[in-house]
Every structure is written in structure tokens, then in C-alpha cells.
């Protein structure tokens, strides 16, 4: 008798001992809404993962599929959020985040990227859903046209507004850090205060700063060089002197007066 698996469903066992391995559910979302969209997600992921770079236990992705049905179905019940971040996790690849892959584990922190098309959804069904389902500690949206930014921390099982700093920074203690609007895109900030480089920014600042230690090192250089012909200009001064005052004295002595007499 042949068994055949419901693709909706995982792990199914049966008597003949045959174990069903777990379906591979890959990322269903719709293209971005524009380019803005795509370079807003991608810098922030690549700016969390240098600044985590030596952490293993983070996952940072975006605009991936969620499966969070409690039946275990792919065909209900999921959401791609523009970004979220799930800590205490193994940082690999996946092709989606399925909940009950993931050790029931939600995201710690999501941000919805605003258009004309999905403002109404992020901040009503969306968050909503985070705050009722996911129970996601931190929940923010932005939007690349109007630089509307807003954050949510989830407080006794309500999302309550996040209030900004002097500079309109929101602060996430899930991530340890500040989220701000800089040149028109949503940029994390250290506690200090220092924006988080791209791994483009940093190439560039390193080597602005190879240059400018470049720089430096040869104006030492130059200064070391124009120290050296100053040492040799004054040797040779002091050299010619010495030779006037032979020639004079030498002249003194064919005149028959001793230098020392003339001192």
C-alpha cells in the first residue's frame, strides 16, 4: 500500500515506521514596490550584520515569508515583513522563516518600509498581527517618501508608542541600538551617538583614512626632509665661518700680529 504525504504537513509518521521528512517552504512575497524599497531593506541588513559580524546566534532578513500556522500549513496564515531580526537563532541561510521549524521562535524586531500601495496594512492588519500573534518586542515602519517614522515596544501585550530622542532617533534595546532617518534613508546610531557603516561606508572610510595617513606620513616625511637641509645649511654656515676665521687668522699671522692679540 503506497502513502503519500499531504505537502501541508510535516513530520507525518505512519505504521510502516516511514518517517516524512520536514517540506523546504521557500519565501513567497510580491516584488518591492520600488527601488527605495530594495536599497532601504538590503542597508539595513547588510549594516546590522557588519556591526554584528562576529555573532552567530542572529538571523536579519528581509522581505521573506513567515509561516506561523498553528496546523503546520504553508497555505495559511503567513506574512513578509520588509525586515526582522530573531536573536538566539543560528545565522545561516534560509529560503523562509517557518515558525515551527524555528523552535516556535518570532522576530524580535521588524520594520515595515511604507508605500501608497501597503501603509494601511503595516500600520493596522500588520501590526495587529505582531503585536497579538507574534508578540514582537519592537515593532517600526518608515517611509521613504514622506520620512514618516514611527516605533512600537510591546508592553504588557500592547504596543505602545516609542518616544524619540533630541535628534528623532528611536531607541531599540533589542538591538542595542538607535534607529534614525539619515540622508533620507532609516540608519541604525551606536549608543554614542556614531551612524553603523555599510560594508560600502567602511571600505570607503578605511580608505580615506589610508589616505590620510598616507597624507600624514609624508608631510612627516617632508618635514623630516626640510629638518635635514636645515641641519646641513647651518653646518655648512658654520663651516664656512670656521674657514673665514682660519683665512683671517692665517692673514693676521703673515702680518706678523697674533690672532689671539686681535681678540
Known amino acids: 500500500m503506497a502513502f503519500t504525504q499531504d505537502p501541508d504537513t510535516q513530520n507525518i509518521e505512519n505504521p510502516y515506521g516511514v518517517v516524512f521528512p520536514p517540506g523546504d517552504l521557500l519565501s513567497d512575497e510580491p516584488p518591492l514596490e520600488s527601488e527605495l524599497h530594495l536599497r532601504q531593506i538590503m542597508l539595513l541588513i547588510q549594516c546590522l550584520e557588519r556591526w554584528w559580524h562576529d555573532r552567530q546566534d ?8 513567515i509561516y506561523y500556522s498553528p496546523r503546520q500549513r504553508k497555505s495559511e496564515q503567513f506574512r513578509g515583513p520588509d525586515f526582522f531580526v530573531v536573536k538566539e537563532t543560528e545565522r545561516k541561510p ?21 508605500s501608497p500601495a501597503t501603509a494601511s496594512t503595516d500600520r493596522g492588519l500588520k501590526k495587529q498581527i505582531y503585536q497579538d500573534i507574534f508578540r514582537t518586542p519592537e515593532y517600526f515602519w518608515f517611509d521613504p517618501e514622506s520620512m514618516e517614522f514611527q516605533g512600537f515596544q510591546l508592553i504588557a501585550g500592547a504596543y505602545e508608542p516609542l518616544q524619540p530622542d533630541e535628534n528623532g ?20 546610531f551606536t549608543p554614542e551617538g556614531q551612524r553603523v557603516l555599510s560594508p560600502e561606508e567602511a571600505s570607503a572610510w578605511e580608505g580615506e583614512r589610508a589616505e590620510q595617513e598616507h597624507q600624514r606620513a609624508e608631510q612627516e616625511h617632508q618635514r623630516a626632509e626640510q629638518e635635514h637641509q636645515r641641519a646641513e645649511q647651518e653646518r655648512q654656515r658654520a663651516e664656512q665661518e670656521r674657514q673665514r676665521a682660519d683665512r683671517l687668522a692665517e692673514r693676521l699671522r703673515q702680518l706678523g700680529i697674533a690672532p689671539e692679540e686681535v681678540e
Open 58 to 65: 542572529f538571523y536579519a532578513c528581509g522581505n521573506m515569508t
Open 94 to 114: 534560509r529560503k523562509s522563516w517557518v515558525v515551527w521549524q524555528e523552535g516556535g521562535k518570532y522576530p524580535n524586531v521588524i520594520v515595515e518600509i511604507l
Open 169 to 188: 532617533w528611536l531607541w531599540s534595546p533589542q538591538l542595542g541600538l538607535f534607529l534614525g532617518i539619515y540622508n533620507s534613508k532609516l540608519r541604525f
